[in-house]
């Protein structure tokens, strides 16, 4: 089977963007955006979501985060679109809890290609580490509209403000990882049986 994969560059004023992404990878990444935070929420995306992920971005960080963030966002979105393609034979929809210490996030998705995105995340401190927590909002809402999925997101209860923006976000990778019927993976990134069952992978399936 083709590995679902793609690379593209994007280009403006205020930002460049290199990302290549391999739906059927094993987790391997390269990410390099300049904003430590968001190198690391990147990476977990890939070694979790078992995607090869490369990224190497630049952008006006010298003003703020906020261009190269909802950039990075759409970038991914519209890698997302293009590998997975035509969808044949994967789950459209994908869900998934994800509780933090005393945090717990949901993500819900759809495949659609009728972007829509609802964020029901509210925190009263939101800076993690040097990072803005407030533009991971617009960060899905980017992949959201450019991946052309319906994309819910919401943190259930959170008492310590540094767990939950963290929770909300790894509840997000998780939804990208629904094995699915139909579509074998090739046989060399099949992923291990207990990850699989844990949580899911576009368009894979458990061995
Ligand atoms: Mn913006």
Redesign the pocket.
């Known amino acids: 089977m083709k590995a679902r994969q793609v690379h593209l560059k994007r280009k403006t004023k205020e930002t460049k963007i290199d990302l290549a992404l391999n739906l059927d990878g094993r987790g391997k990444y390269k990410v390099s955006t300049t904003i430590p935070f968001l190198n690391h929420m990147l990476e977990l995306l890939a070694k979790h979501g078992r995607f090869d992920l490369r990224i190497n971005a630049q952008g006006d960080t010298h003003i703020d985060d906020?261009?190269l963030v909802?950039d990075i966002g759409i970038a991914l979105g519209d890698a997302i679109a293009k590998a997975v393609g035509d969808k044949k034979g994967i789950h459209r929809y994908g869900n998934f809890y994800l509780p933090m210490d005393e945090s717990l996030s949901y993500v819900a998705l759809d495949l659609s290609n009728r972007p829509y995105f609802v964020w029901k995340v509210k925190w009263t401190k939101s800076d993690i580490g040097r990072f803005d927590g407030m533009l991971l909002e617009?960060f899905f809402e980017?992949v959201a509209a450019s991946a052309r999925m319906n994309l819910h997101m919401s943190l259930k209860y959170a008492s310590s403000p540094t767990t939950s923006p963290r929770a909300s976000l790894k509840g997000s990778r998780a939804p990208f990882r629904r094995p699915s019927p139909g579509t074998p993976a090739p046989k060399a990134s099949l992923p291990p049986k207990a990850s699989c069952r844990a949580s899911f992978v576009l368009g894979k399936t458990c061995p």
Request: proline letters at 0%; charged letters at 20%.
């Open positions: 906020h261009h909802e617009h980017s």
